[in-house]
């Protein structure tokens, strides 16, 4: 009889081991590899709708000119789209019209960048930096307003959304 509770208390021990490490790795996998953040206010409208839930990937280190990405900034977690690089130079006028390198932005953004922010153009992104643009430019906080991001503040790149359906 001994033998046989020795036995049970084992199985449940291992059972409590692998539960633990199973829910360690889920914790890891979900904090340090992927990364969900609920999107708030309409900075990316329409790509990004206020109330959607953006998985990101946070191991991400090889940005592209239009990767959408979850950055930090005056601590808060903000989306947008990175519009250049390091070595680039962006200048918005105030007209609505968006250069890099002397070159009109082209693509899918709807609203132009009528606001200039605080920043003073034309403006030269530094090494470890991007220049990120939210896609709705009349209603976003973006590096008009905080400058260029270093990419150590950049949380994630956005791999997939989840549309919220009315709730």
Do not use: H, W
């Not at 940005?63 to 070595?87: M, N, S």
């Not at 791999?159 to 919220?164: A, D, G, S, W």
């Amino acid at each position: 009889m001994s033998d046989q509770n020795s036995t049970i208390r084992k199985g449940y021990l291992r059972l409590i081991a692998r539960t633990i490490l199973f829910l360690l790795v889920i914790y890891i996998f979900f904090t340090k590899i992927l990364c969900f953040q609920r999107v708030e206010g309409m900075q990316m409208f329409p790509s990004l709708k206020d109330g959607d839930l953006a998985l990101g990937y946070a191991l991400a280190k090889d940005y592209r000119p239009g990767d959408v990405v979850v950055y930090e900034a005056d601590g808060k977690q903000c989306f947008g789209r990175i519009l250049t690089l390091a070595g680039n130079e962006v200048d918005i006028d105030g007209s609505g019209d968006v250069k890099v390198n002397g070159i009109s932005e082209s693509g899918e953004i709807l609203y132009p960048a009528y606001d200039k922010g605080t920043l003073t153009y034309p403006c030269q992104v530094g090494q470890g930096s991007v220049f990120i643009l939210g896609d709705y430019r009349t209603e976003s906080r973006d590096s008009r307003t905080y400058g260029p991001v270093l990419v150590t503040r950049i949380k994630g790149k956005v791999l997939t959304i989840l549309r919220r359906r009315g709730l």
